[in-house]
T-cell receptor, first 111, second 115 residues
């Protein structure tokens, strides 16, 4: 089963609105990362948050991490049509040597 | 600084043939990872290699699949006697250090279609 699960599976919003995606995981982690994938392309790293951090910002992105609830959220503010993509969370477990990806949230931003 | 290079980008094979997918990591990166992605799904880990060593192959099917990362040259993911279920996008990623320290850099993927 997947370590990380994103919610919702699909999200459709209007340009200018904010988009929030959530990720839940099951066991303790070293860090949690968010990636973006445009259709037919490879994944691009967006942001990494370590287990001892609670919030991190990068441009229009804001990531939170709640280790007590084993969950993270990715907020994209003032969305643009170019933000249309799939967004994946990925977790590195305490003893693992590889990132485990969730099944992703498909975000559509309508112009 | 070129990114992770994968080739071929698209590969068509008939059932029973062999597929070889190549991955050149970013310059200075010695850690390589292979992932498989089925349509509308997330990435499934297959194997993690360093130069001349397989570190973690827990995601590799027991038969027909093999991977290597030789001292010289790209990493190779080899699928023997392909079946229709092998049709997927195969992504390679690399990192300069162990996974504990940061992000992975992904290639654009190799899309395998088995007829």
């Amino acid at each position: 089963s997947q370590q990380g699960e994103e919610d919702p599976q699909a999200l459709s919003i209007q340009e200018g609105e904010n988009a929030t995606m959530n990720c839940s995981y099951k066991t303790s982690i070293n860090n949690l990362q968010w990636y973006r994938q445009n259709s037919g392309r490879g994944l691009v790293h967006l942001i990494l948050i370590r287990s001892n951090e609670r919030e991190k910002h990068s441009g229009r992105l804001r990531v939170t991490l709640d280790t007590s609830k084993k969950s993270s959220s990715l907020l994209i503010t003032a969305s643009r049509a170019a933000d249309t993509a799939s967004y994946f969370c990925a977790t590195l477990l305490g003893s693992a040597r590889q990132l485990t990806f969730g099944s992703g949230t498909q975000l559509t931003v309508l112009p | 600084n070129a990114g992770v290079m994968q080739n071929p980008r698209h590969l068509v094979r008939r059932r029973g043939q062999e597929a070889r997918l190549r991955c050149s990591p970013m310059k200075g990166h010695s850690h390589v990872y292979w992932y498989r992605q089925l349509p509308e799904e997330g990435l499934k880990f297959m194997v993690y290699l360093q130069k001349e060593n397989i570190i973690d192959e827990s995601g590799m099917p027991k038969e027909r699949f093999s991977a290597e990362f030789p001292k010289e040259g790209p990493s190779i993911l080899r699928i023997q006697q392909v079946v229709r279920g092998d049709s997927a996008a195969y992504f390679c990623a690399s990192s300069p250090d162990s996974p504990n320290t940061g992000e992975l850099f992904f290639g654009e993927g190799s899309r395998l279609t088995v007829l």
